[in-house]
């Protein structure tokens, strides 16, 4: 079944079409890469699925589990099960991260019209997750993001997706800025998620990546538009003939 | 030359306040006389207004126009009333000292378990003996109204070398309506001591009263205070408060003000740091919605050498709302190697809050380190939408980060019970945000 549909989605910021016209159509349970050079309109892409303000969109339209997201508020997307992770995740000095986790839960939770987790069972859960991702227990104590490494940031991601379960993960340049060993550990905890039900967008620059989380599906992005898709034996091609042959194109 | 006979904005007589009061107003015939003498200056100045330097972003003609009368003594029923909000505003483990509508309530109050910690009087007490602290060179029409007025407050005067084991705090509630409580209160501690003093202003049920309240702090040698001003008053009150504090040498004094309440309201501090090597910390919360005014006037008077103070003066400001800080630091020419520092931070969480600040450095000695800056913003709208993305609705992301901008301040409180009651009152008022 389709969960994310975007339809000849065109996109402004600040006057300027950033998006011209991109279509992408992601089912349950399967892996998409998206790979371009730098300035296609990737992270604009993530941001506007997750209703990040300072976007227009002037036409086309994104479903989500067949509902219109463009509707929705941010927190309401959250709640229906869309996540992204940040290519550059915030830091929010004065909200310890133990705190912000259990309050962002909850608040899906109660959207939903579900129970909030009890303290010992939330804490349980956390601390499951954080030990598979190799993220000690003082770092939740921190504010969030609040002096963490490049990642460590990135491993926060990953473990509140873990925490939150949602059913759309959108990964932008997860590996930008790790060192092979945190990339492997980020990209297991990625993989641990794969599940028939949830499906995976996962913005990358380099083929790298794809060696650890290896794609159904892999798009090509240049200029604001989708302009090639095919198997993971894409990516490989990408990394040996490059992109220019696609801005060409587009 | 002819005087005119002030009048309120209701047409009452500004004297009809003192006459129809004097008769409830305690004290030796000494001290109606300088009660006389207070209120004929209160009378020729009477309610600061715009063109008064001191009061010029309060205007208390046009924010609040007359002085409502005093409150009666409180009955039976109000006494029954402020028993209840003391359960509800009572810091676990604190020893409590309750004026009701300006009244002191032995019933209400911990008298007996402070005795073998600090000496203890109601001001009542003391004007049966003499004048003297009602005495006042202040020149303000308010701290004058209010020594013509007090009707009581607490004397406290804690023993050199005293360690107090749990804060005092002195709880005034209101419970009478459309009336005012004038109270007057005096904290001593001697040398050496340590002691955390609270002072929390409630409502039981009362409205659109008004509270004026003058406390006299002076502070020991080598004594370590912690005093904490929680001001949680009915949102159509008025607080207006005078602090009058004096510091010895080797001081350390921390100060932590937080305004969550009334409609109009001034904290007015003057601190003179009178002996060397003390170190001021001032920290100041103003949470502030609707159309509500809160000011916050600070006077450092750096008199001798080698003393630090810093203030940091927070102000979240929704609605329409006003906050005003005013910050004067004053290094006499004896007193080098100062280091005052003052700092306020706004945030405007509309486009019609309005923050007002006044620093002023008044230095006369050459060997000093003084300085001030402020900030004012509204909430990142990065961090906003992050939460958001993370499924926080909008009013819980911007709480999460107003309670992160004012826990930098709350943090520096020490005790803990205290501080989780000071997070309470912050949490209220965020909670009240429509
Ligand atoms: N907030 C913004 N204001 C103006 N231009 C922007 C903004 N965000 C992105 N852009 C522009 O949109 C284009 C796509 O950027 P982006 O989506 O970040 O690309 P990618 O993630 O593929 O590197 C770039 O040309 C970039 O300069
Ligand atoms: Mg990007």
Redesign the pocket.
């Known amino acids: 079944m389709a969960l994310l549909e975007v339809k000849d989605l065109k996109v402004r ?2 006057e ?1 079409e ?1 998006l011209h016209g991109l279509t992408l159509t992601v089912n349950e349970g399967e892996v998409h890469a998206i790979m ?12 506007v699925i997750a209703g990040k303000p ?1 976007y227009e969109v002037t036409d086309g339209q994104i479903l989500f589990k067949g509902e219109d997201l463009l509707e929705m508020s941010p927190d309401e997307r959250a709640a229906k099960g869309v996540f992204l992770a940040f ?1 550059y995740p915030v830091e929010i000095p004065g909200v310890a991260t133990m705190n912000f986790l259990r309050t962002a839960l909850n608040a899906q939770r109660k959207a939903r019209g579900e129970s909030e987790y009890s303290t010992p069972d939330f804490l349980k859960k956390v601390r499951e997750v954080s030990k598979s991702l190799n993220i000690p227990q003082d770092m939740l104590k921190r504010g969030v993001n609040v002096g963490f490494s490049g990642g460590e940031k990135k491993r926060n991601e990953v473990l509140q997706m873990a925490l939150f379960e949602p059913s759309l993960c959108i990964l ?2 997860m590996d930008s800025g790790l060192d092979i060993d945190a990339l492997r550990i980020a990209a297991d905890g990625v993989n641990a998620l794969r599940s028939p039900k949830r499906a995976m967008v996962v ?1 990358t ?1 380099y083929q790298r990546l794809l060696n650890y989380i290896v794609p159904d599906v892999v798009h090509v ?1 240049s200029k ?1 538009r989708v302009v090639k898709s095919g198997g993971k034996e894409l990516a490989l091609e990408l990394e040996a003939s490059g992109y220019a042959q696609f801005e060409d194109a587009a | 030359m002819n005087v005119a006979v002030a009048k309120t904005g209701k047409g009452r007589a500004v004297s009809d306040l003192f006459t129809s009061a004097e008769g409830r107003l305690p004290g030796s015939t000494a001290v109606t006389a300088v009660r006389r003498e207070a209120f004929e200056t209160y009378e020729r100045l009477g309610l600061p207004h715009r063109r008064i330097e001191e009061w010029k972003y309060t205007d208390l003609r046009a924010l609040v126009g007359e002085v409502l009368p005093l409150a009666a003594a409180p009955d039976a029923a109000a006494l029954k009333r402020a028993a209840d909000a003391v359960k509800t505003h009572a810091i676990a483990g604190a020893r409590k000292l309750v004026l009701v509508d300006g009244v002191f309530a032995a019933d209400l109050s911990d008298v007996k378990a402070l005795a073998s910690e600090a000496g203890f009087k109601t001001l009542r007490e003391t004007l049966e003996k003499d004048a003297g602290l009602l005495k006042t060179t202040s020149t303000d029409a308010v701290i004058a109204l209010n020594a013509a007025m007090a009707t009581d407050g607490v004397v406290l005067d804690i023993a050199d070398g005293a360690q107090l084991s749990a804060p005092i705090q002195i709880i005034h509630i209101a419970t009478a309506a459309a009336a005012s409580a004038f109270t007057r209160s005096q904290v001593t501690i001697g040398k050496g001591a340590h002691a955390t003093i609270v002072e929390s202003f409630v409502a039981a049920g009362s409205k659109a009263y008004q509270v004026n309240d003058a406390v006299i702090v002076s502070v020991g040698d080598d004594a370590d205070v912690a005093h904490i001003r929680l001001m949680d008053d009915a949102p159509d009150a008025v607080n207006l408060t005078s602090h009058f504090v004096t510091v010895g040498a080797n001081v350390k004094l921390k100060f932590f003000n937080m305004t969550t309440g009334a409609a109009v309201s001034r904290l007015q501090g003057f601190i003179t740091l009178a002996g060397e090597g003390s170190e001021l910390f001032a920290n100041g919360v103003n949470l502030l919605q609707k159309t509500e005014h809160g000011d916050t006037t600070l006077v450092v008077d750096h008199a001798v050498p080698n003393c630090v103070s810093r203030e940091i003066f927070r102000a979240v400001i929704d609605d329409r709302a006003h906050s005003v800080f005013q910050g004067r630091i004053i290094v006499r020419p004896d007193a080098q190697k100062t280091d005052g520092k003052m700092m306020t931070r706004a945030l405007l969480l509309s486009d019609e809050a309005e923050a007002d600040n006044k620093p002023e450095l008044e230095i006369f000695a050459d060997d000093v380190s003084c300085g001030h800056g402020a900030t004012a913003g509204a909430l990142d709208d990065s961090l906003l939408f992050y939460l958001k993305a993370r499924g926080l609705p909008e009013k819980q992301a911007q709480a999460l980060l107003i309670q992160a901008f004012v826990g930098e301040a709350i943090e520096q409180i020490a005790d803990d019970s205290l501080r989780e009651h000071v997070i309470g009152i912050a949490e209220r008022w965020l909670e009240r945000r429509s």
């Open positions: 910021v600040e300027r950033i371009g050079p730098n300035g296609s309109g990737k992270s604009t892409l993530s941001h300072g290519q932008d340049e913005i620059h992005m604001g």
